[in-house]
């Protein structure tokens, strides 16, 4: 079935570091690939989407690009900020539903 | 408030009584998502709702989780019986389609849901 499978965390940087979140999906077709963050006491928004093979989506300074030949949507960013602590989820949808499966989940912490 | 709504946003039931959560969408949205959000589970669908279409109820985890939308609107996911395992945070989405590829779906602040 289809699955994303991100690295596991917390991941603790301090602040102005280089951020990667590894994300790699298995689909039996073409997927589109989505980033969505939930920050502390929030609740769950999109940062980033791409909907084909070598997009690239960005947002508020992170990036990924789809990957078809690594089946990989690895989430960066070049400086983080301590108001960039939260929650991120990797996730796919496939076909015409729209249901979002997600991976399980990545806390990044940053401190000054 | 143009922001999808959900009600309660805590509830603190006994093991074996019923619980009734309710979603707001967006006003013109027609697709509506639950999905619940668990410790052990992370993030899985339950649910979704497009228009007047037969709702596709493939990740509901057992029968005794209903759903039902009411004129194409607001949304009620009832959890009959409940057990120690169904508690989570359950989050309701909606979307302006569902066809195409990379709509957004807007999530709602979610129910927290304890069944002691």
């Known amino acids: 079935g289809n699955s994303v499978t991100q690295m596991e965390g917390p991941v603790t940087l301090s602040e102005e570091a280089f951020l990667t979140i590894n994300c790699t999906y298995t689909?039996?077709?073409?997927?589109?690939l989505f980033w969505y963050v939930q920050y502390p006491g929030e609740g769950l928004q999109l940062l980033l989407k791409?909907?084909?093979?070598?997009d690239k989506g960005s947002n508020k300074g992170f990036e990924a690009t789809y990957r078809k030949e690594t089946t990989s949507f690895h989430l960066e960013k070049g400086s983080v900020q301590v108001s960039d602590s939260a929650v991120y989820f990797c996730?796919?949808?496939?076909?015409?539903?729209?249901?979002?499966?997600f991976g399980q989940g990545t806390t990044l912490q940053v401190k000054p | 408030g143009a922001g999808v709504s959900q009600s309660p946003s805590n509830k603190v039931t006994e093991k074996g009584k019923d619980v009734e959560l309710r979603c707001d969408p967006i006003?013109?949205?027609?697709?509506l998502y639950w999905y619940r959000q668990s410790l052990g589970q992370g993030l899985e669908f339950l649910i979704y709702f497009q228009g007047n279409s037969a709702p596709d109820k493939s990740g509901l985890p057992s029968d005794r989780f209903s759903a039902e939308r009411t004129g194409g609107s607001v949304s009620t996911l009832t959890i009959q019986r409940t057990q120690q395992e169904d508690s989570a945070v359950y989050l309701c989405a909606s979307s302006r389609l569902t066809s195409g590829r990379g709509n957004e779906q807007f999530f709602g602040p979610g129910t927290r849901l304890t069944v002691l």
């Open positions: 006003s013109g949205h027609t697709a």
């Open positions: 689909a039996t077709g073409y997927p589109s």
């Open positions: 791409a909907t084909k093979a070598d």
């Open positions: 996730a796919l949808t496939m076909g015409n539903t729209g249901k979002l499966i």
